[in-house]
Structure formats: structure tokens, C-alpha cells
């Protein structure tokens, strides 16, 4: 298992979801853990179950919010980008609230966090985005989503070239559906504007897998882990895709 006994994580979405199971894992591991989020309730729940946790509460789509997250949290050696958000429905009626609410919480929150982790950062630090199959392929009904996603990938590519001297690394994983509150939303989405049980809807989500369900949160934190592992120091600028086979 991986020890990152000395080291301090600091996890944005860190209330629910892959974000606490991050939270979960890291800890786990020896890590300091500094969970981030908008509601302090679900934040305070995850960090009083696990040893060298706390919670930080914060917008990462504000610049000055970000800024006194890292200030609040101290140096950290490992920053994961989590915080997110999905919204579907058709182009056509997506108006430009729609669709900067998705830029900006999905690519800018990551820009924002990226930027102030990296500058923060006093030697090797590993610096992760959890991004989503919809930065390598399009999806229909979620366009903002899937091109901030891809946006998301970019920015990855090209920070891990302006760091690739340093001993820092990084890089964004990229499930597929996750089996997490934020998909049972989406079940409940597709349910209420199809007509289809939650069952089916479900089934329907599980079927874009080859594997025919959906990605557990506990391999995005192993991904995630091994990526600060001994063995993993080339792994640079990879949107490494959790998806069981998906084109």
C-alpha cells in the first residue's frame, strides 16, 4: 500500500462521492487530509470518521476564495481537483448561464485549483484532476459538461510540460459514470423526462460501459494513489481512462 505518511492532500469535493472516498483512501494511507467544499455539514461528516482530516470551506470558482483554501490549508504536497457538477439538456436550448455555470465549475475551478496548488507547492507534489470520459469523447445532451471536461484535459496536457523538469507531476483520471449521489441525479433526470423507471434509467447509464455497470468511486482513489506511488514519476500529462473498455 501506498504510505504517504509526512505528506498532506488537499481534495476539492471532498464532502460526498469520489471526493470522500479520496478523503477515505488517502487518509488510509498515512496522508494528511484537508477535504474542500461549499457545505460545511457534509464536509464535517466525512472528516470526523477519519484520523488527520479536516474541512475547509470554499467556492473553487472564486479566485479569492481559492487563494485562502491554500493559505488556510498550508503547504501541500498533493492537490486533486474533484469539485464538479453535470447539467444535461439539448444545445439548442442551453443558454449562456448554462453554460458558463458548467465552464465554471468544472474547467475554471481547475485552472484556479491547479494554479494555486502548483505555486504552494515546496518540492514534489503531484497535482491530479478527476475528469470524466466526456474529456475524450463527446456525449450527447451534456455539451458544456464534455467541453469543459475536454478543457480539463488540455490544460493537464499542458501544465505537465511546463513541469515536467520539476519532481511534480500531472496528470487527469477519467471514469465513466460513477456509481455516486451525483449519477443517482442524473438517474433521477432521465427517469423523470423519459418515462423510464429508475431501474431502467439506471441500466441505460450502465450500458455505456462494455462492462455494464458503472465505475465504483474506490478505483478513481486507487488511480489516484498509484499516481503517488514510488514507480508512477513518468506518468506525466495522461488522461488515464477508467471506463472498462469505452471507445
Not at 479569492?64 to 490549508?73: L, Y
Request: with cysteine.
Amino acid at each position: 500500500m501506498t504510505d504517504l505518511s509526512g505528506n498532506r492532500v488537499l481534495i476539492t469535493g471532498g464532502g460526498s462521492g469520489a471526493g470522500s472516498d479520496l478523503a477515505r483512501g488517502f487518509a488510509g494511507a498515512g496522508a494528511e487530509v484537508v477535504i474542500v467544499g461549499r457545505r460545511m455539514e457534509p464536509l464535517a461528516a466525512v472528516a470526523a470518521g477519519l484520523p488527520r482530516t479536516r474541512a475547509v470551506m470554499g467556492d473553487v470558482t472564486d479566485e479569492a476564495d481559492v487563494a485562502r483554501i491554500f493559505r488556510e490549508s498550508g503547504p501541500c504536497d498533493i492537490v486533486i481537483a474533484n469539485a464538479g457538477a453535470a447539467e444535461s439538456g439539448p444545445f439548442g436550448r442551453t443558454s449562456l448561464a448554462d453554460w458558463q455555470a458548467m465552464i465554471a465549475v468544472n474547467l475554471t475551478g481547475v485552472f484556479l485549483t491547479f494554479r494555486d496548488g502548483l505555486n504552494q507547492m515546496q518540492g514534489w507534489g503531484r497535482l491530479i484532476a478527476v475528469a470524466s470520459t466526456a474529456g475524450l469523447k463527446g456525449y450527447a445532451r451534456v455539451a458544456p459538461y464534455t467541453a469543459a471536461k475536454h478543457g480539463v484535459v488540455g490544460l493537464t496536457r499542458a501544465l505537465a510540460l511546463e513541469v515536467a523538469r520539476k519532481p511534480i507531476t500531472v496528470n487527469a483520471i477519467c471514469p465513466g459514470y460513477l456509481d455516486t449521489p451525483m449519477t443517482d441525479r442524473s438517474v433521477a433526470v432521465i427517469a423523470e423526462k423519459t418515462g423510464r423507471s429508475l431501474v431502467e434509467a439506471r441500466a441505460a447509464l450502465e450500458a455505456t460501459s462494455p462492462q455494464r455497470r458503472l465505475i465504483q468511486p474506490m478505483e478513481v482513489t486507487a488511480t489516484a494513489l498509484w499516481l503517488c506511488a514510488p514507480g508512477a514519476e513518468g506518468v506525466n500529462g495522461q488522461a488515464i481512462a477508467i471506463s472498462g473498455g469505452e471507445g
